[in-house]
Protein backbone atom coordinates (compact mmCIF):
# COMPACT_ATOMS: atom_id res chain seq x y z
CA UNK A 1 0.00 0.00 0.00
CA UNK A 2 1.55 3.30 -1.30
CA UNK A 3 3.91 2.68 -4.07
CA UNK A 4 5.10 5.98 -5.61
CA UNK A 5 5.85 6.10 -9.57
CA UNK A 6 7.11 9.23 -11.65
CA UNK A 7 7.17 7.85 -14.91
CA UNK A 8 9.21 10.46 -17.56
CA UNK A 9 7.96 13.16 -15.90
CA UNK A 10 8.91 16.40 -17.62
CA UNK A 11 7.73 19.71 -15.75
CA UNK A 12 8.53 23.42 -16.09
CA UNK A 13 6.59 26.66 -14.42
CA UNK A 14 6.78 28.46 -17.69
CA UNK A 15 6.91 26.39 -20.88
CA UNK A 16 10.30 27.77 -21.68
CA UNK A 17 12.19 26.65 -19.14
CA UNK A 18 12.19 22.87 -18.36
CA UNK A 19 13.14 22.04 -14.38
CA UNK A 20 12.32 18.55 -14.70
CA UNK A 21 13.77 16.20 -17.80
CA UNK A 22 12.25 13.14 -17.97
CA UNK A 23 12.22 11.77 -14.34
CA UNK A 24 12.01 8.01 -13.79
CA UNK A 25 11.61 6.89 -9.59
CA UNK A 26 10.07 4.19 -8.45
CA UNK A 27 9.56 4.03 -4.44
CA UNK A 28 7.87 0.70 -3.86
CA UNK A 29 5.48 0.55 -0.74
CA UNK A 30 6.99 0.53 2.39
CA UNK A 31 10.90 1.51 0.76
CA UNK A 32 12.31 4.49 1.55
CA UNK A 33 14.02 6.69 -1.46
CA UNK A 34 15.87 9.83 -0.86
CA UNK A 35 15.98 12.55 -3.62
CA UNK A 36 19.39 14.38 -2.91
CA UNK A 37 20.63 17.39 -5.33
CA UNK A 38 21.65 21.04 -5.05
CA UNK A 39 19.78 24.04 -4.10
CA UNK A 40 17.43 24.50 -7.55
CA UNK A 41 17.73 20.57 -8.68
CA UNK A 42 14.21 20.41 -8.75
CA UNK A 43 13.55 18.50 -5.86
CA UNK A 44 10.89 20.30 -4.20
CA UNK A 45 8.87 20.73 -7.39
CA UNK A 46 8.71 16.50 -7.84
CA UNK A 47 6.77 16.85 -3.71
CA UNK A 48 4.74 19.63 -5.40
CA UNK A 49 3.54 17.31 -8.52
CA UNK A 50 3.43 14.57 -6.29
CA UNK A 51 0.42 16.62 -4.35
CA UNK A 52 -0.99 17.58 -7.40
CA UNK A 53 -0.24 21.60 -7.17
CA UNK A 54 0.12 21.60 -10.82
CA UNK A 55 -1.17 19.39 -13.41
CA UNK A 56 1.65 17.27 -15.37
CA UNK A 57 1.41 17.89 -19.23
CA UNK A 58 4.26 15.33 -20.00
CA UNK A 59 4.58 11.73 -18.29
CA UNK A 60 2.66 10.29 -14.92
CA UNK A 61 2.61 10.01 -11.49
CA UNK A 62 0.77 6.54 -10.09
CA UNK A 63 0.50 6.07 -6.67
CA UNK A 64 -0.43 2.50 -6.20
CA UNK A 65 -0.92 2.27 -10.29
CA UNK A 66 -3.36 4.62 -10.24
CA UNK A 67 -2.58 8.12 -11.99
CA UNK A 68 -2.90 11.01 -9.60
CA UNK A 69 -4.86 13.06 -11.66
CA UNK A 70 -7.64 10.82 -11.42
CA UNK A 71 -7.46 11.07 -7.39
CA UNK A 72 -9.34 13.63 -5.95
CA UNK A 73 -7.07 16.16 -4.27
CA UNK A 74 -8.70 15.48 -0.94
CA UNK A 75 -7.92 11.53 -1.16
CA UNK A 76 -4.13 12.99 -2.13
CA UNK A 77 -3.63 15.08 1.22
CA UNK A 78 -5.03 12.06 3.19
CA UNK A 79 -2.37 9.79 1.52
CA UNK A 80 0.06 11.99 1.62
CA UNK A 81 1.78 13.39 4.67
CA UNK A 82 4.59 16.19 4.93
CA UNK A 83 7.14 17.59 7.40
CA UNK A 84 8.22 20.38 5.92
CA UNK A 85 11.65 22.46 6.65
CA UNK A 86 10.78 25.02 8.83
CA UNK A 87 7.17 24.28 10.37
CA UNK A 88 5.56 27.57 10.78
CA UNK A 89 2.80 26.91 14.50
CA UNK A 90 -0.45 28.77 14.74
CA UNK A 91 -1.06 31.27 17.41
CA UNK A 92 -2.94 28.67 18.95
CA UNK A 93 -2.35 25.88 21.61
CA UNK A 94 0.63 23.44 21.20
CA UNK A 95 -2.67 20.61 21.19
CA UNK A 96 -4.19 22.44 18.19
CA UNK A 97 -1.45 22.55 16.33
CA UNK A 98 -1.17 19.07 16.83
CA UNK A 99 -4.54 18.31 15.73
CA UNK A 100 -5.12 21.04 13.16
CA UNK A 101 -6.66 19.43 10.17
CA UNK A 102 -7.88 16.43 12.21
CA UNK A 103 -10.83 17.55 13.76
CA UNK A 104 -12.55 14.86 15.80
CA UNK A 105 -9.33 13.92 17.24
CA UNK A 106 -9.47 12.77 20.94
CA UNK A 107 -7.07 14.12 23.67
CA UNK A 108 -5.68 10.42 23.48
CA UNK A 109 -5.07 10.72 20.42
CA UNK A 110 -3.00 13.64 20.27
CA UNK A 111 -1.15 12.48 23.62
CA UNK A 112 -0.23 9.24 21.63
CA UNK A 113 1.36 10.94 18.49
CA UNK A 114 3.14 13.52 21.09
CA UNK A 115 4.74 10.39 22.57
CA UNK A 116 5.32 9.13 19.13
CA UNK A 117 7.17 12.21 18.34
CA UNK A 118 9.30 12.28 21.36
CA UNK A 119 7.46 15.62 23.02
CA UNK A 120 4.68 14.51 24.89
CA UNK A 121 6.32 14.70 28.31
CA UNK A 122 7.43 18.33 27.27
CA UNK A 123 4.39 18.72 26.54
CA UNK A 124 2.99 17.94 29.89
CA UNK A 125 5.49 19.12 31.75
CA UNK A 126 4.42 23.12 30.77
CA UNK A 127 2.49 25.28 32.98
CA UNK A 128 -0.89 24.14 31.08
CA UNK A 129 -0.14 21.08 29.44
CA UNK A 130 -1.63 20.65 25.90
CA UNK A 131 -3.54 24.22 26.42
CA UNK A 132 -0.77 25.55 26.40
CA UNK A 133 -0.18 28.55 23.78
CA UNK A 134 2.46 28.69 21.44
CA UNK A 135 3.67 31.77 18.44
CA UNK A 136 4.55 35.48 19.12
CA UNK A 137 2.27 35.77 22.28
CA UNK A 138 2.85 32.16 23.93
CA UNK A 139 5.50 29.94 24.29
CA UNK A 140 8.43 29.98 21.83
CA UNK A 141 9.62 26.74 20.66
CA UNK A 142 12.75 25.50 19.48
CA UNK A 143 13.31 24.52 15.89
CA UNK A 144 13.76 20.95 17.42
CA UNK A 145 10.54 21.21 19.31
CA UNK A 146 8.65 22.76 16.07
CA UNK A 147 9.40 19.77 14.03
CA UNK A 148 8.37 17.11 16.68
CA UNK A 149 5.18 18.92 16.26
CA UNK A 150 5.12 18.88 12.79
CA UNK A 151 5.88 14.98 13.26
CA UNK A 152 3.33 14.72 15.73
CA UNK A 153 0.86 16.35 13.84
CA UNK A 154 1.74 13.81 10.76
CA UNK A 155 1.55 10.98 13.01
CA UNK A 156 -1.77 11.45 13.81
CA UNK A 157 -2.66 11.81 10.51
CA UNK A 158 -0.83 8.39 9.92
CA UNK A 159 -0.41 8.90 5.86
CA UNK A 160 0.97 5.67 4.36
CA UNK A 161 2.99 8.18 2.37
CA UNK A 162 5.38 10.60 3.70
CA UNK A 163 7.53 13.36 2.20
CA UNK A 164 10.99 14.64 4.82
CA UNK A 165 11.46 18.14 3.10
CA UNK A 166 14.59 19.07 4.51
CA UNK A 167 12.93 18.15 7.72
CA UNK A 168 16.29 18.66 9.72
CA UNK A 169 18.49 20.93 7.26
CA UNK A 170 17.39 24.39 9.40
CA UNK A 171 18.62 22.53 12.73
CA UNK A 172 22.09 22.16 14.63
CA UNK A 173 23.50 19.04 13.99
CA UNK A 174 22.94 17.46 17.71
CA UNK A 175 19.27 18.24 17.40
CA UNK A 176 19.57 17.44 13.64
CA UNK A 177 20.43 13.45 15.02
CA UNK A 178 17.81 13.57 17.45
CA UNK A 179 15.55 14.23 15.21
CA UNK A 180 16.38 12.07 12.91
CA UNK A 181 16.32 8.82 14.85
CA UNK A 182 12.50 9.69 15.42
CA UNK A 183 11.64 10.41 11.70
CA UNK A 184 13.20 6.80 11.29
CA UNK A 185 10.92 5.24 13.53
CA UNK A 186 7.86 7.21 11.83
CA UNK A 187 9.07 6.20 8.36
CA UNK A 188 8.53 2.45 9.14
CA UNK A 189 5.50 0.90 7.18
CA UNK A 190 5.43 4.00 5.10
CA UNK A 191 6.99 5.17 1.94
CA UNK A 192 8.93 7.50 1.63
CA UNK A 193 10.53 10.36 0.23
CA UNK A 194 13.59 12.13 1.74
CA UNK A 195 13.99 15.47 0.11
CA UNK A 196 17.46 16.31 1.55
CA UNK A 197 20.80 18.34 0.45
CA UNK A 198 23.60 15.97 1.49
CA UNK A 199 24.29 12.19 1.20
CA UNK A 200 25.71 11.87 4.93
CA UNK A 201 21.88 12.66 6.05
CA UNK A 202 20.63 9.78 4.21
CA UNK A 203 22.61 6.87 4.65
CA UNK A 204 19.49 4.23 5.55
CA UNK A 205 17.57 5.28 2.22
CA UNK A 206 17.02 1.95 0.13
CA UNK A 207 17.92 4.37 -2.76
CA UNK A 208 19.18 7.17 -3.55
CA UNK A 209 18.75 9.39 -6.04
CA UNK A 210 20.94 12.47 -6.98
CA UNK A 211 19.03 15.07 -8.95
CA UNK A 212 21.13 17.81 -10.84
CA UNK A 213 19.46 20.47 -13.08
CA UNK A 214 16.32 18.45 -13.39
CA UNK A 215 18.05 15.06 -14.32
CA UNK A 216 18.81 12.04 -12.54
CA UNK A 217 22.82 12.17 -12.28
CA UNK A 218 23.29 8.71 -10.46
CA UNK A 219 21.68 6.27 -8.20
CA UNK A 220 22.04 3.39 -5.90
CA UNK A 221 22.76 3.08 -2.50
CA UNK A 222 24.77 5.63 0.18
CA UNK A 223 27.33 1.90 -0.39
CA UNK A 224 27.34 1.92 -3.91
CA UNK A 225 27.22 5.54 -4.12
CA UNK A 226 30.23 6.20 -2.39
CA UNK A 227 32.11 3.68 -4.41
CA UNK A 228 31.44 5.52 -7.66
CA UNK A 229 32.77 8.79 -6.02
P1 LIG B 1 15.10 22.30 -5.00
O1 LIG B 1 13.98 21.79 -4.14
O2 LIG B 1 15.94 21.20 -5.58
O3 LIG B 1 15.94 23.34 -4.34
P2 LIG B 1 12.95 23.46 -6.57
O4 LIG B 1 12.16 22.29 -7.02
O5 LIG B 1 12.44 24.26 -5.42
O6 LIG B 1 14.46 23.00 -6.28
O7 LIG B 1 13.18 24.48 -7.77
C1 LIG B 1 13.67 24.04 -9.01
C2 LIG B 1 13.72 25.23 -9.95
O8 LIG B 1 12.40 25.69 -10.17
C3 LIG B 1 14.49 26.41 -9.42
O9 LIG B 1 15.23 26.95 -10.49
C4 LIG B 1 13.44 27.37 -8.97
O10 LIG B 1 13.87 28.69 -9.11
C5 LIG B 1 12.30 27.08 -9.93
N1 LIG B 1 10.98 27.33 -9.33
C6 LIG B 1 10.53 26.84 -8.15
N2 LIG B 1 9.27 27.25 -7.93
C7 LIG B 1 8.92 28.02 -8.97
C8 LIG B 1 7.73 28.73 -9.32
N3 LIG B 1 6.63 28.72 -8.54
N4 LIG B 1 7.74 29.43 -10.49
C9 LIG B 1 8.82 29.44 -11.29
N5 LIG B 1 9.97 28.80 -11.02
C10 LIG B 1 10.03 28.09 -9.87
P1 LIG C 1 -3.64 18.12 6.11
O1 LIG C 1 -3.65 18.02 4.63
O2 LIG C 1 -4.56 17.14 6.74
O3 LIG C 1 -3.80 19.49 6.65
P2 LIG C 1 -0.75 18.15 6.56
O4 LIG C 1 -0.46 18.87 7.80
O5 LIG C 1 0.13 16.99 6.21
O6 LIG C 1 -2.22 17.58 6.61
O7 LIG C 1 -0.71 19.18 5.39
C1 LIG C 1 -0.44 18.79 4.13
C2 LIG C 1 -0.64 20.00 3.27
O8 LIG C 1 0.24 21.04 3.71
C3 LIG C 1 -0.30 19.72 1.86
O9 LIG C 1 -1.47 19.42 1.12
C4 LIG C 1 0.33 20.98 1.41
O10 LIG C 1 -0.66 21.80 0.83
C5 LIG C 1 0.79 21.72 2.62
N1 LIG C 1 2.25 21.79 2.84
C6 LIG C 1 2.83 21.87 4.05
N2 LIG C 1 4.14 21.95 3.95
C7 LIG C 1 4.45 21.92 2.64
C8 LIG C 1 5.67 21.95 1.89
N3 LIG C 1 6.87 22.03 2.44
N4 LIG C 1 5.58 21.86 0.55
C9 LIG C 1 4.40 21.77 -0.02
N5 LIG C 1 3.25 21.73 0.64
C10 LIG C 1 3.23 21.81 1.95
Same mark, same amino acid.
Given at each position: QGSVRFENVRFGYEDDRKILKGIDIEVPAGATVAVVGPSGAGKSTLARLLFRFYDLKSGRITIDGQDISQVTQDSLRAAIGIVPQDTVLFNDTVGYNIAYGREGSTHDDIRAAAQGAAIGDFIESLPDGYETRVGERGLKLSGGEKQ?? =???????????????? $???? =????????? /????? $??????????? /?? @???????? =???? /??? $?????????? @????????
Open positions: RV =AIARTLLKNPPILILD $EATS =ALDSRTESE /IQATL $EQIERGRTTIV /IA @HRLSTVVN =ADQI /IVL $EAGEVAERGT @HAELLRKN
